[in-house]
């Protein structure tokens, strides 16, 4: 049995990865997996990047990415099905919408990859998505907002959550049939949901990452679905978007189990880690290192990219370097505020019971 | 690869795939299993047991 699995999982390539590399893998998998389970995002933010600077073809970078989303959210969708925050009608009306989005993406990157633009091109959008969203993320933790999954809204009973006016205002004015009724009592256009849904299909399938950052807050201002529902049902959609993009990638030789395997049993560990430390921190302290982290990713993208433009190494070896430590930095100092949290916890304790 | 597809059916990716799946599931199950059986001595030598912190 253990012999005939050793075999399968050679001949898809897993063996043919060093153990340099495996162990790199695995480790940058934990830091992934602790921002991942502590943030509920940015999972795949760092992934398709650093394997871009790792040397690998575009297609390759993009389509492991994926392979390594889709495992990270059937993982992370088995976890929220228990606590029943998953919305599968949501989840299957958005499939068809998604499934056309990937598709969309997955064809512009082989076909950039044809005239040689892909890794270039993909490298830039990592810039202002990164930038982007880094910059929204440390400009609502500076100013208090928070930014990312809010724990403590998140724990709220269905029926207490408002429905934002910008929802209320789409599910008043697009009403074009057929209508569907979803949970949290969200009554809306099936063409709403297909339109989200194609979007970040076409994000997941041109950069290889979940599209959660968009899906999210797209399901939550556009739909009007309650926090933890958009939590799960986005996890949910993200086991299909993540399967149907892999299976297409996987056709074309676009995925690497040799990085998968790694990251997976890397980030499946680190995932319940960071869940376990919200229980303990206080995200709204740390959420401003992770716009910085995503800023910092942005710049080491670039720098990157220009090293391998004008033929640097250093350059390119500075990107990977900096794309790694940040995310290091930050997965350290959840764990770290953890650590001092619970012990102050535990002292509080003791003294109390003495 | 270029151009639009539509996904026809392939063992040897559909074995790639089911390969993932089924980490993701050992992975969950594993990880939940070891979480509760060695996850209080871990936490007990991480952040110091009671006698510790008195």
């Known amino acids: 049995m253990l012999g005939s699995l050793l075999g399968a999982l050679g001949g898809l390539g897993v063996l043919d990865t060093s153990p340099e590399m495996l162990a790199l893998f ?8 602790v ?11 760092l992934v398709t990047p650093a394997l871009l600077m790792l040397d690998y073809e575009a297609s390759v970078a993009v389509g492991s990415g994926m392979a390594f989303v889709f495992g990270t959210a059937v993982i992370a969708t088995l976890k929220h099905h228990d606590l029943g925050q998953v919305d599968y009608k949501l989840g299957v009306i958005m499939i068809t919408g998604t499934t056309i989005g990937i598709e969309v993406g997955r064809a512009s990157v082989y076909y950039l990859e044809s005239i040689g633009l892909a890794g270039a ?11 982007g969203v880094g910059a929204m993320v440390t400009r609502d933790a500076l100013n208090g907002e928070g930014g990312g999954i809010d724990h ?19 599910q008043r004015t697009v009403r074009i049939p057929p209508m569907v009724r979803l949970r949290g009592d969200v009554r809306v256009s099936v063409w709403v949901i297909t339109a989200v849904a194609f979007a970040t299909g076409l994000l997941s399938g041109f950069l290889g990452v979940g599209g959660g950052f968009i899906r999210m807050p797209a399901m939550i201002y556009a739909i009007g679905v309650p926090v933890p529902v958009a939590v799960g049902t986005d996890l949910f959609e993200i086991v299909f978007s993540g399967g149907i993009g892999s299976y297409l990638y996987g ?34 302290g740390i959420k401003v290192y992770f716009g910085g982290m995503l800023l910092v990713g942005a ?28 995310a290091v930095v930050v997965a350290a100092a959840i764990l770290y505020t953890s650590v001092v949290s619970l012990r102050t ?3 509080r304790e003791a003294v109390t019971a003495d | 690869m270029a151009g639009l597809e539509i996904p026809t ?19 969950y199950a594993g990880y939940g299993g070891l979480e509760r059986l060695v996850g209080p001595y871990l936490m007990d030598l991480v952040v110091g047991g009671d006698a510790d912190a008195r």
């Open chain 1, 35 to 45: 921002l991942f389970g502590f943030f509920g995002m940015g999972g795949s933010f």
């Open chain 1, 251 to 284: 056709q074309g030789g676009g995925v690497d189990l040799g990085i998968v395997v790694p990251l997976l049993f890397g980030s499946a560990l680190g995932a319940r880690v960071g869940s376990a430390a919200t229980a303990v921190v206080d995200a709204d």
């Open chain 1, 152 to 170: 403590e809204a998140a724990d709220k009973p269905l029926s207490e959550y408002d429905i934002p006016e910008t929802a209320k205002t789409i």
């Open chain 1, 121 to 131: 091109l993909i490298s830039v959008s990592y810039v202002v998505l990164l930038g």
């Open chain 2, 9 to 27: 059916w392939d063992p040897e990716t559909a074995l790639l795939i089911g390969v993932i799946l089924f980490e993701a599931f050992v992975l």
């Open chain 1, 299 to 326: 710049v080491a993208v670039g720098v990157g990219e220009v090293g391998s433009v004008v033929g640097s190494p250093a350059l390119e070896t500075a990107g990977l370097v900096l794309v790694i430590g940040a």
């Open chain 1, 26 to 33: 695995v480790g940058f998998g934990l830091v992934v997996g």
């Open chain 1, 345 to 347: 916890t535990r002292e």
